[in-house]
């Protein structure tokens, strides 16, 4: 069956300008997740939606992030006025359920590089 | 603040030994743990799991040890095959999930 899918799979971008990233979760899957793994890093926590709850923003590390998830599937993380400090890897996972006994499935990630 | 923590950014193993990957987190209210592995390129794919409530779970060549007192856990390989090689997040699930930084396996045949 068909996996989580990122797109585009690779992003370079000028300073200033802004990204759009794209996450298509598993059908079914009632939480999705975005991280980023900035070189040599650990998986950072961004933001966390479930179902039709209020996102979990708390690992948003700025105003100039922000990220939507329309009609409960597809996921959008927007990046505004980017910075070299955004160049990462931006992980998006989905789930059955909530973070307490349900394993994520992993999307191949983006690769944002702001030059 | 790091509240998982792998202390070891690389193991070498010899193919048919043991590898044992470690992991330590500060929070006593993390309730459920997860092991991930990762290939270059890809994201990472979900290993092995286990519940606080147990300190052990098994699943063929791979066993992950809870040690709650310690607030540990480790991962066991057995036998390691070269196609273990990779990098193994470890995760705790709270409010939402906390990653470790990652520790790189190589097997080497």
């Known amino acids: 069956g068909a996996g989580v899918s990122q797109s585009p799979s690779n992003k370079v971008t000028e300073k200033g300008k802004d990204v759009e990233l794209r996450c298509d979760p598993i059908s079914g899957h009632t939480a999705l997740y975005w991280y980023r793994q900035s070189l040599g890093q650990g998986l950072e926590f961004l933001i966390y939606?479930?179902?039709?709850?209020?996102?979990?923003k708390s690992g948003l590390p700025s105003d100039r992030f922000s990220a939507e998830r329309t009609g409960g599937s597809v996921s959008t993380l927007t990046i505004q006025r980017t910075q070299q400090e955004d160049s990462a890897v931006y992980l998006c996972a989905s789930s059955l359920g909530g973070t307490r006994g349900y394993e994520q499935y992993f999307g191949p990630g983006t690769r944002l590089t702001v030059t | 603040d790091q509240q998982v923590k792998q202390n070891s950014p690389s193991l070498s193993v010899q193919e048919g030994r043991i590898s044992i990957l470690n992991c330590d987190y500060t929070?006593?209210?993390?309730?459920?743990f997860l092991w991930y592995k990762k290939y270059p390129a890809e994201g990472p794919t979900f290993l092995i799991s286990?519940?606080?409530?147990?300190d052990k779970n098994e699943d063929g060549r791979f066993t992950v040890f809870l040690n709650k007192s310690a607030k540990h856990l480790s991962l066991h390989i057995v036998p390691s095959q070269p196609g273990d090689s990779a990098v193994y997040f470890c995760?705790?699930?709270?409010?939402?999930?906390?990653f470790g930084t990652g520790t790189s396996l190589t097997v080497i045949p």
């Open positions: 286990i519940s606080s409530i147990k």
């Open positions: 939606f479930q179902g039709n709850s209020a996102p979990d």
């Open positions: 929070n006593s209210m993390f309730d459920y």
């Open positions: 995760a705790a699930s709270g409010n939402q999930f906390y």
